[in-house]
């Protein structure tokens, strides 16, 4: 069956260490990968977009790299503050439909 | 950057009601738009793609008759839950992509958080 697997439901970090989140899929050959950012209550917020010929997509202190062969997304928060605190979510669309599918999400906490 | 609204934030029901919400896309134009329904500490499952000027294309499981899509126009969706009853109390988020954009990237709503009583 089609998964995408966020391994980590939450994760508790201390400020200033690097934060690296993990995306697993499976039975899916997706063009490119997606990281978006929940707030409570609110609408996700788009992050970072990796292609399936790119190695590794860098903003200001995110960090993304996509493994096709491992089918693996990692997310990388550098330099973490507590207001990184959030949920992330890694979305790929299938290549067979026009539709973006999500994981499960994971709730990151930075504690000062 | 784009924007989407979303209306109301909030609403609160008698069994038995219909909730329309609606999605707007107010800078750019959406020939299609997605609906997402999330539970809880869950993710964001989507329930339809909603197609302007043509029917929705609804997930495996997702009842059309219950959750009805009208897609207008190319910067309007909206999604009215009939009948509802307490298990369709959930966050209901819609999205959009810019049609005149190449970028495959969403833009949300601020959500739509349905309590029906």
């Known amino acids: 069956s089609q998964k995408i697997e966020q391994n980590s439901e939450a994760l508790n970090i201390q400020e200033g260490k690097t934060a690296t989140l993990t995306c697993n899929y499976t039975?899916?050959?997706?063009?490119?990968l997606q990281w978006y950012r929940q707030d409570p209550g609110r609408g996700p917020v788009f992050l970072l977009l990796i292609r399936e010929n790119e190695k590794e997509k860098r903003k200001e202190r995110l960090k993304v790299t996509f493994d096709t062969t491992l089918k693996q997304s990692l997310f990388h928060i550098t330099a973490s503050q507590p207001a990184d605190s959030a949920t992330y979510l890694c979305?790929?669309?299938?290549?067979?439909?026009?539709?973006?599918?999500f994981g499960s999400g994971t709730r990151l906490s930075i504690r000062p | 950057g784009a924007v989407v609204s979303q209306h109301p934030s909030r609403v609160i029901c008698k069994s038995g009601t219909s909730v329309k919400i609606e999605c707007r896309s107010l800078?750019?134009?959406?020939?299609?738009m997605f609906w997402y329904r999330q539970f809880p500490k869950q993710s964001l499952m989507l329930m339809a793609t909603?197609?302007?000027?043509?029917?929705?294309?609804?997930e495996q499981g997702v009842e059309k008759d219950k959750f009805l899509i009208n897609h207008a126009s190319l910067t309007l969706s909206t999604l009215t839950v009939t009948s509802a009853h307490p298990e369709d109390s959930s966050f209901y988020i819609c999205?959009?992509?810019?049609?005149?954009?190449?970028?495959?990237?969403?833009?949300f709503g601020s959500g739509t958080q349905l309590s029906v009583l």
């Open positions: 979305a790929l669309e299938p290549s067979s439909a026009s539709k973006i599918i």
């Open positions: 039975n899916y050959s997706p063009a490119y």
């Open positions: 909603s197609n302007e000027g043509s029917k929705a294309t609804y």
């Open positions: 800078d750019f134009q959406a020939t299609t």
């Open positions: 999205s959009a992509r810019d049609t005149g954009e190449t970028n495959e990237k969403l833009f």
